[in-house]
């Protein structure tokens, strides 16, 4: 029996055509090429900064790297397409030849296009192709894992939307009819990746419900989850100041996010996407090997004296 297999819920069994295979939950490295992402914004936001950054993170540990050129912090207002092109472009197309399995973080297709011819590996969109109607078509077309996540508007308005009866009830039905759509339009199954979008149009409460119930997402859903909970605002404000009341830094919080990546791990998550490479790599290996010694294992044979185990009948 294969190590994934034996290690059962540490390991997640479904992997997008193209992508990394292990035994283990992948670990996907940020890289934020803008100027004002919520908690890095500016510092990789040269080319050739970025590009540093990303091969960094490589030796890390980072089976994927995404590079994103729009910030969706709450409040956050967008870039002209031609200005994200300008910012991944070069970027991408660098990490690419340099061998990296490298997803980009768009909503616009025209920005997926041209990001995939060169050399993206995956399509990373946080809409779920809601923001552009032609990104579900072109997915289709070009056959590169999708990422669809859930989402409910854009960042200048989305938290106004973070009203749910059962929030994990209503992400697993939303996200399905986004998978639904993706098949429909004839994104090829195994090509299909969903994110239940912690922070997006969700209060803290929200993202620790999706969190402490991710097994029945990734069961209902039965695609592989990718889970984003890096340096987010749910983790400082958990994590606030006993005195004064604020939250943590952005930059403080790798330790809670590895925290939060091996209970994903442990409950199947195909991937995490992180900042802090190197202690989350650690953290999904302790998961895998945590979930060897917990795997369903069958039961010993029974003995009874006198009786040879080959009489011996369960019902």
């Not at 296009?113 to 809601?130: H, K, P, T, W």
């Not at 990104?135 to 960042?155: D, E, F, I, K, Q």
């Not at 202690?279 to 003995?303: F, H, I, K, Q, Y």
Request: hydrophobic share 45%; with cysteine; aromatic share 4%.
């Amino acid at each position: 029996m294969s190590t994934a297999a034996r290690a059962g819920r540490a390991a997640p069994a479904l992997c997008p055509r193209g992508l990394p295979r292990q035994d283990r939950t992948l670990v996907m490295g940020i890289v934020n090429v803008t100027p004002d992402s919520f908690s890095d914004g500016g510092r990789w936001f040269d080319p050739e900064r970025a590009v540093a950054h990303g091969l960094a993170l490589l030796e890390e540990g980072a089976d994927i790297l995404d590079v994103g050129g729009e910030s969706t912090r709450p409040g956050a207002t967008r870039p002209a397409v031609e200005e994200e092109l300008r910012r991944v472009l070069p970027v991408v197309r660098a990490l690419a030849a340099a061998g990296a399995k490298v997803s980009v973080d768009t909503m616009r297709a025209e920005v997926a296009a041209r990001a995939v011819e060169a050399g993206a590996a995956l399509v990373n969109d946080v809409s779920g192709g809601l923001a552009d109607p032609a990104m579900l078509p072109l997915m289709a077309r070009a056959g590169t894992p999708y990422v669809v996540m859930h989402w409910r508007g854009h960042s200048a308005g989305m938290q106004a939307h973070a009203v749910y009866d059962d929030v994990v009830t209503d992400v697993v039905d939303e996200l399905r009819a986004r998978a639904d759509a993706a098949l429909s339009a004839g994104i090829p199954p195994d090509c299909l990746i969903v994110d239940p979008g912690l922070g997006f149009a969700k209060h803290a409460e929200h993202n620790w419900r999706l969190l402490g119930r991710l097994r029945e997402v990734t069961t209902a859903l039965g695609r592989p989850v990718l889970v984003g909970a890096a340096r987010k605002a749910f983790l400082g404000h958990l994590l606030r100041d006993p005195e004064t009341g604020l939250p943590r830094p952005a930059h403080l919080r790798d330790a809670a996010t590895s925290a939060v990546s091996v209970l994903a791990a442990a409950q199947g998550a195909w991937c995490v996407r992180v900042h802090d490479v190197a202690s989350t790599a650690d953290a999904v290996r302790v998961a895998a090997r945590w979930g060897l010694e917990n795997a369903p294992t069958a039961p010993p044979a029974l003995r009874f004296r006198g009786v040879p185990s080959s009489d011996l009948r369960l019902s």
